[in-house]
């Protein structure tokens, strides 16, 4: 297992998962799972279908006994102290549910009386909710005609009834659209800044990298993975992967082998396809393990050859390269992740060392 240390030691843990399995008969859902999140920080809980998130959450909300191991929040055992547990943790499913004919400020009050809130408070807590999961003006809608991302910032709203420290949130970004991920990612870190701790399960790895104090990858119930997104991506990412855009193609071939002679004479480790050109894109692509300040000189070289470089950056590989890296079953991991393209980190032409990362 590929178990990297998370650098967020400092920071109070509240929930601590140690050595949790489960068993259903004589199939191991969970083994040995062990993981904390600290107070205030965003947790990535990633791993395709089946390989026993929910079954994680279940435990630590208190659905689910464990066969072994332990899971508590905020000190409290996930099982055993099972109404302390409801009031620390607010859970929000993938699935909204039907609420026909019911306003959101009638869905958040049903809710908030579920959880005992006198009839004031919960006036007084159903706008405070609003203005944080930014739906104050959704307030007099019908749930039911709301959009999915109308509706995820309901459900935000609903599972802040009670105020709980910890949220653990079940694929929040599902069925978004871009825009609607975007304010749920501004939304999640600003219920981190409220000193809330989430826990945010995702199939759909690059969404959480953004966001993401901690990465937590299970794939069949074990743990491959734990730390920061760039432990994780440090890791794996021995070869970096650089883009020199060209103003036109004219110039690709001259710039493809200055990279290339260059690279040849600076890092032993080049290989033969390790530089292409991407006459289509106007674009040299190239693989390097150099650190960012050798790098710098081949921008500085090629500038000082007389090369226009429009840009100089580094295309930054997502969670999914890592996740398929660190769980070591690409077959398995690759069917179930859903793929997107990969997020590049720009930096300009005639820039300097410190800005190719
Ligand atoms: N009650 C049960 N009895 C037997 N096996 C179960 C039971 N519940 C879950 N499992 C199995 O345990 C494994 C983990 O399931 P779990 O639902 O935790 O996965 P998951 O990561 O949440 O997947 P998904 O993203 O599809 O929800 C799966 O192989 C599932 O089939």
Known sequence: MNQIQSANRDVEPVVVIKDLTKRYGEFTALDS????????????FIGPN????????????????????????AGADCLRDSRKIKRMVGYMPD???????????????????????????RNIRID???????????KDLFVDALSRGMQQRVAIARTLMHDPQVLILDEPANGLDPQARIDMRVMLLRLAEMQKTLIVTSH???????????VAMITKGKLRAFGTVDEI????????????LLPDDVSIESVGQRVRTWLDSHARDTQADDVQNATAETMVRFKTSLSDQEIGGLLTHLIQQGDTVLQFREV????????LSVAGDASEAGSDVERSTSDTNETVGSGSVGETS
Not at 33 to 41: D, E, K, N, S
Not at 50 to 73: H, R
Not at 316 to 322: G, I, V
């Open 204 to 214: 759909i790895l690059p969404e959480l990298a953004r966001i993401c104090d901690t």
């Open 95 to 121: 699935d909204f549910g039907k609420y026909n004919n019911m306003r959101v400020a009638e869905y958040l009050d049903f809710f908030g009386a579920a959880y005992s809130i006198g009839r004031r408070e």
């Open 50 to 73: 089946g390989a026993g998130k929910t079954t994680t959450i279940k435990i630590l909300v208190g659905l689910l006994k464990a066969t072994s191991g332990q899971a508590s929040i």
């Open 33 to 44: 799972l062990t993981m904390h999140v600290g107070r205030g920080q965003i947790l990535g």
């Open 128 to 138: 405070e909710v609003l203005e944080i999961a930014g739906a104050t003006h959704m």
């Open 233 to 244: 991506m440090r890791d794996i990412q021995q070869r970096r992967t650089f883009e020199i």
């Open 316 to 323: 930054m590989a997502d969670l999914e390269d890592a996740f």
